[in-house]
């Protein structure tokens, strides 16, 4: 059997980028009214990835071909191996954005509580 820690170690990682409607600091609340415990990221929107973390961070800074969409004022760069999930060997970080209307793009941003508990 081979080695998988090895084995990831030589894998390249993409950094995704995840776009949310919502902060996902309050909780999705039932109809009936009772709290879920989830946080509530509204509408969500995978737009691409890139290969690099610097690219990544230009399209989030540059909102590179208008990916708010006016509707996206936060995300996330979410870096991951190739594999079931992208999170072989438990590798996925990420990097919290918030929309900047004065810059005209998404810079990075104190991640809620409440989204720390996702594993995205």
Same mark, same amino acid.
């Given at each position: 059997? =081979?080695?998988?820690?090895?084995? *990831? +170690?030589?894998?390249?990682?993409?950094?995704?980028?995840?776009?949310?409607? =919502? +902060?996902? /600091?309050?909780?999705?609340?039932?109809?009936?009214?009772?709290?879920? %415990? &989830?946080?509530?990221? %509204?509408?969500? @929107?995978?737009?691409?990835?890139?290969? +690099?973390?610097? @690219? /990544?961070?230009? *399209?989030?800074?540059?909102?590179?071909?208008?990916?708010?969409?006016?509707?996206? $004022?936060? %995300?996330?760069?979410?870096?991951?191996?190739?594999?079931?999930?992208?999170?072989? *060997?438990?590798?996925?970080?990420?990097?919290?954005?918030?929309? $900047?209307? /004065?810059?005209?793009?998404?810079?990075? /941003?104190?991640?809620?509580?409440? &989204? =720390?508990?996702?594993?995205?």
């Amino acid at each position: 059997m =081979k080695d998988l820690n090895s084995y *990831a +170690s030589k894998l390249q990682p993409i950094y995704s980028i995840m776009l949310m409607e =919502k +902060s996902g /600091a309050e909780t999705i609340k039932y109809d009936s009214g009772k709290d879920s %415990g &989830m946080p509530d990221t %509204g509408t969500t @929107d995978y737009p691409g990835f890139y290969y +690099s973390l610097e @690219d /990544a961070l230009h *399209a989030m800074h540059e909102n590179i071909c208008d990916i708010r969409e006016c509707v996206y $004022d936060y %995300g996330y760069v979410l870096r991951h191996l190739p594999g079931m999930y992208g999170n072989l *060997a438990g590798s996925s970080d990420r990097i919290y954005f918030k929309w $900047d209307e /004065a810059r005209k793009g998404y810079y990075e /941003a104190d991640e809620p509580e409440l &989204m =720390k508990m996702l594993e995205l």
